[in-house]
């Protein structure tokens, strides 16, 4: 039998039956009303005869926790109650929903635990606390039958969450390559582009609100690698590990605090741009998981991905490659995310089903743990710039060290430096990470400062 479609401005005529909700408005309980928080209440407010639409009843926010009551918030605050105390949240029956957009692991983790725990579904933004606690939040969220949506938690305004979801979900997904990082990509840009300086540029993305609470989270490259473990977890069944950026840890984080003018200066002159980039391979064994600073060729669609835009690509085995890009951080873009995600939780509880959206998210692959290709074993090309003495068979002891590690060199460039240094930019083929490791670990008494050794990726 069909129905008729539900007419939203007549709640109080449906049966029964068709809402089990039964026509209330759903209620949000939102934990941080800062950069993101702010866009989720302002885009509720701007579009809430469309969201009511979608999702059948109103959905508004019933209550508002943050730290400082004094503090600014947007114009569409207020009439929202504000606390600084989460137990008037949590004591309040009739929030339906939590939208988590506080950050941080140690207490967003708590009360996302408590919501679940209490049959109540939650939105998050948190890709640090997905990558920390995801595996254990998603098994509460289906013991509860309680839905955890986290579109906004990679690529910002990038509908990558439901895309491996749901649309791939026919497929087996075996690549995942990204650019995940706004900050990162926005300092890099402001360098390449009016050659800014690096704490320069990284200050005007804090002011833009793209940036975390802590920016060397961003910077680090530990935002990015984050935003691949979560990716791996729904796309490969790989069961997030602790991130560092000790050398010896199976994922490798680099960050761009290491790029100097002088390397996007010579990335320019040999064809390429850097970027962040986040690579993710399924080797069936084993899963490669890298986050690091790269060379992409001038004329790739990643060089092309600019500012505060983030880039994604998986690739699928029957699809092929799937390319999306779009605003990867910053209020309205990662609000439009959140926004979606509280639509789709709040139809499935007006539809009797909380849990049914999303407390599957990981459920394409079992979520295990399997080993990490080690550093030692990537194969790429290479960028290497050195800084030393300008003497006599400086050029040679390189050459010497790479050969003899069966490095193969593509170009080199020797250019005088100041105070009797030369600098010596050189590129290579396809070669083993262990071995280019090696060779630098030779050549170290004959560098005045630590080579910078970064990866390029012209194939992508
Ligand atoms: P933010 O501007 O610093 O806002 C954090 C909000 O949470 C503030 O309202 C703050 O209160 C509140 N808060 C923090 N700790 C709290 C605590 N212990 N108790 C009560 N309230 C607390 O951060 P944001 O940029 O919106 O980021 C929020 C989350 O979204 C993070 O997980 C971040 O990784 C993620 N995210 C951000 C972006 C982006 O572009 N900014 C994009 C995607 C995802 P006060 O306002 O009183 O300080
Ligand atoms: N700090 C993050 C970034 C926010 O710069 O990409 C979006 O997740």
Same mark, same amino acid.
């Given at each position: ?128 606390? =997905? !990558?920390?606690?995801? *595996?254990?939040? +998603? #098994?509460? /969220? ?7 949506? %986290?579109? @906004? $938690? ?47 540029? =990284? !200050?005007?993305?804090? *002011?833009?609100? +793209? #940036?975390? /609470? ?7 490259? %530990?935002? @990015? $690698? ?235």
């Amino acid at each position: 039998v069909s129905e008729a479609p539900s007419n939203p401005n007549s709640h109080s005529t449906q049966p029964e039956r068709r809402r089990p909700h039964g026509g209330r408005p759903i209620r949000v309980g939102l934990l941080g009303a800062g950069v993101v928080g702010g866009g989720v209440l302002a885009l509720l407010a701007q579009h809430a005869r469309q969201i009511e639409q979608r999702v059948g009843v109103r959905v508004e926010v019933g209550r508002a926790l943050v730290r400082d009551l004094g503090k600014p918030r947007v114009p569409e605050a207020a009439g929202v109650p504000f606390t600084t105390d989460a137990e008037e949240l949590f004591g309040d029956a009739s929030l339906d929903l939590f939208v988590e957009v506080m950050g941080g692991t140690d207490e967003a983790g708590t009360l996302l635990a408590r919501a679940l725990s209490s049959g109540r579904s939650v939105v998050t933004a948190n890709k640090a606390l =997905l !990558a920390a606690r995801g *595996a254990g939040l +998603f #098994a509460l /969220a289906a013991a509860n039958r309680a839905d955890l949506a %986290f579109e @906004a $938690a990679v690529g910002g305004g990038i509908p990558i969450i439901r895309t491996l979801r749901d649309a791939a979900s026919s497929d087996e997904v075996v690549g995942i390559t990204g650019i995940l990082n706004g900050t990162s990509n926005f300092i890099l840009t402001a360098m390449t582009d009016s050659r800014a300086p690096f704490a320069e540029a =990284l !200050a005007d993305a804090q *002011a833009r609100g +793209f #940036a975390e /609470a802590d920016p060397s989270l961003d910077v680090g490259g %530990f935002d @990015a $690698a984050q935003k691949l473990l979560v990716l791996a977890m729904l796309a490969f069944g790989q069961e997030p590990v602790p991130l560092s950026h000790d050398p010896s840890s199976a994922v490798l984080v680099e960050g761009i605090t290491a790029i100097d003018a002088a390397d996007v200066e010579a990335a320019d002159r040999l064809g390429f741009v850097v970027k962040h980039l986040v690579v993710g391979r399924d080797h069936g064994e084993r899963v490669e998981l890298r986050a690091h600073p790269a060379l992409v060729r001038k004329l790739s669609a990643w060089a092309a991905v600019a500012g505060s835009l983030n880039a994604v690509k998986i690739e699928g085995r029957a699809l092929g490659p799937l390319f999306m890009s779009g605003r990867g951080a910053g209020d309205l873009p990662t609000a439009v995310s959140v926004v979606a995600d509280v639509v789709e939780v709040a139809r499935s509880i007006v539809a009797g089903v909380p849990g049914l959206s999303t407390g599957l998210a990981t459920g394409a692959r079992a979520v295990a743990v399997r080993p990490l290709v080690p550093r030692a074993d990537l194969e790429l090309r290479y960028y290497v710039r050195f800084e030393v003495h300008d003497q006599p068979g400086v050029l040679a002891r390189i050459a010497g060290a790479l050969a003899e590690h069966r490095v193969s060199i593509a170009e080199i460039v020797q250019s005088e430096g100041k105070e009797g240094r030369a600098r010596i930019v050189l590129t290579t083929h396809r070669a083993r990470e262990g071995a280019m490791l090696a060779s630098l670990a030779e050549l170290a008494p004959i560098s005045v400062a630590a080579p910078v050794l970064l990866r390029i990726e012209d194939t992508l």
